[in-house]
């Protein structure tokens, strides 16, 4: 069974004001797949990865479908949605400190988030957090849990904040601009770490970038977004090597080389 199924999702100002801000986007995610999304600034990328959690602003509403393992998402109720987030479908931000809290050390965010979610003991809970920081080729994973946040460089605290994503064991990854943030050499080892988790565990992740070529070492398909709508969508080696839509062929443009897959050494 396909894992996701979006079917011509509008997200509108519940006011009914002004034009849609997503239109009518339909696109599907397999287990194990990473569907690439692209698209300049303004374009619904985030708005529709929010809309898969649940967490329009406020004052944004959405319709049409989205089917998730068999089950309506936009008909659920708040306290569905909250099982929903984590468990099922888990987000990893461009900054990752904002999905840590500052003043916390990594050991009890990770126990706590673990023993919130998944109701282990203390000690269980630790060992679970350990197991994450590995999962995520975190070094001496010990040592780490008694650091605070700022201690870490960028890429580590993003490889945290990986890791809490993962505590449920989400079917579903939804990673928005994961690698903005970060300098070329640690983007590639995050990329890296994505692709292994989704071989590993069958998760499905949706990565979302206004960078083509970030996409062309990792994504199985692609969707293009412009101005609210998908104007492209399929095998991402089709869409790298015949792109159809002339918007979509200038943002290849923009990218150095173009043979696909990049060769290592443009991907980073
Ligand atoms: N709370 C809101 N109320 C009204 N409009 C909004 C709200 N949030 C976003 N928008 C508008 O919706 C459109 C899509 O925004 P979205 O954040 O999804 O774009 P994006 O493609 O993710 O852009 P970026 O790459 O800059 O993150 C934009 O025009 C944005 O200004």
């Known amino acids: 069974m396909t894992l996701l199924n979006v079917d011509r999702l509008t997200i509108s100002r519940a006011s009914?004001?002004?034009e849609p801000l997503v239109?009518?986007?339909?696109?599907?995610?397999?287990?194990?797949e990473v569907v690439g999304v692209v698209g300049e600034s303004g374009s619904g990328k985030t708005l529709t990865g929010l809309s898969l959690l649940g967490l329009l602003p406020h004052?944004?509403?959405?319709?049409?479908?989205?089917?998730?393992?068999?089950?309506?998402?936009?008909?659920?109720?708040?306290k569905q949605w909250q099982r929903?987030?984590?468990?099922?479908?888990?987000?990893?931000?461009?900054?990752p400190s904002s999905s840590l809290h500052p003043m916390l050390k990594l050991g009890e965010q990770l126990t706590d988030h673990v023993r919130l979610?998944?109701?282990?003991?203390?000690?269980?809970?630790?060992?679970?957090?350990r197991e994450l920081l590995e999962r995520v080729h975190l070094r001496e994973p010990d040592r780490l849990l008694g650091q605070y946040p700022h201690q870490l460089s960028g890429g580590m605290k993003q490889r945290v904040s990986i890791a809490i994503a993962?505590?449920?064991d989400p079917k579903l990854l939804i990673a928005d601009e994961p690698t903005t943030a970060l300098d070329a050499n640690i983007r590639t080892g995050i990329i890296a770490l994505l692709d292994e988790l989704r071989?590993?565990?069958g998760m499905g992740i949706i990565f979302v970038t206004h960078d083509l070529a970030m996409l062309s070492s990792i994504a199985d398909r692609l969707n293009v977004f412009r101005t609210g709508e998908i104007v492209e969508a399929g095998e991402a080696e089709s869409v790298f090597r015949s792109p159809q839509h002339p918007y979509t062929r200038v943002l290849l443009d923009a990218v150095p080389q173009v043979p696909w897959p990049l060769p290592k050494e443009v991907q980073s």
């Not at 986007?25 to 194990?32: I, K, P, Q």
């Not at 929903?84 to 900054?95: E, W």
Request: proline content about 0%; aromatic content about 4%; charged content about 25%.
């Open 166 to 168: 993962l505590a449920c």
């Open 199 to 201: 071989r590993e565990s």
């Open 16 to 18: 009914g004001a002004g």
């Open 84 to 95: 929903t987030r984590g468990a099922d479908i888990a987000m990893v931000l461009q900054d």
């Open 23 to 32: 239109r009518e986007a339909s696109f599907t995610v397999e287990r194990g």
């Open 117 to 129: 979610h998944l109701g282990l003991g203390r000690a269980a809970a630790q060992a679970k957090a």
């Open 59 to 78: 004052g944004l509403r959405a319709s049409g479908s989205i089917v998730f393992d068999g089950r309506e998402l936009l008909a659920q109720t708040e």
